[in-house]
């Protein structure tokens, strides 16, 4: 696996790891020995030895919400040549999606990935439909192999934030 050098991310974007809401991210479908913070947590999805990993079958889907607005340019999904994912869709700020109701939503973008991608070349998305983002919804619809077990070594996100005024911040101007 060889980890996103910065120059690879696109100019003028950046790796959104920090602005993710750590206490609501969530992983349908993952093996308890590989979790999903091994490939989206900094530190831990540059480490060659721990990746994500599926359980009952291929598929995996996995809930980001961020810490705030987002405009998304581009995902890199890192994994291995049999295992690593196919077929990716995403659904921009849909909460709350399960297994069962996947397929009841048109997603905002998906991608069959190549072994380039698999290999740390960004994905770029659909970026009208990416950019006042609050959660991305990613759902690995199946992988290379057609095996039952799909793993995933690194998920980022590259983009910008957006500037957005907070309404606690403002004063209320008293009038005379």
Known sequence: MTSTASSSIPRGQV???????WSGVECLNQTTSHPLVNALKQGSRDDDGLHLESDADEQL??????????????????????????????????????FSNVS??????????SLDNLKGKPVTVKYVKFQNIRSLT???????GGSDVTKVQKIA????????????????????
């Open 138 to 144: 990613i759902f690995i619809e199946e992988n290379q």
């Open 15 to 21: 790796d959104l790891v920090e602005f993710v809401d």
């Open 157 to 176: 996100f590259l983009g910008t934030t957006v500037d957005t005024t907070n309404m606690k911040d403002l004063k209320k101007i008293e009038e005379h």
């Open 61 to 98: 889907l996995i809930y980001v919400p961020f810490l705030q607005v987002i405009k998304l340019h581009s995902v890199v999904i890192v994994g291995p040549e049999e295992e690593g994912p196919k077929t990716v869709k995403l659904f921009a700020n849909k909460e709350h999606m399960g």
């Open 104 to 113: 009841d939503y048109p997603p905002s973008d998906s991608t069959e990935l």
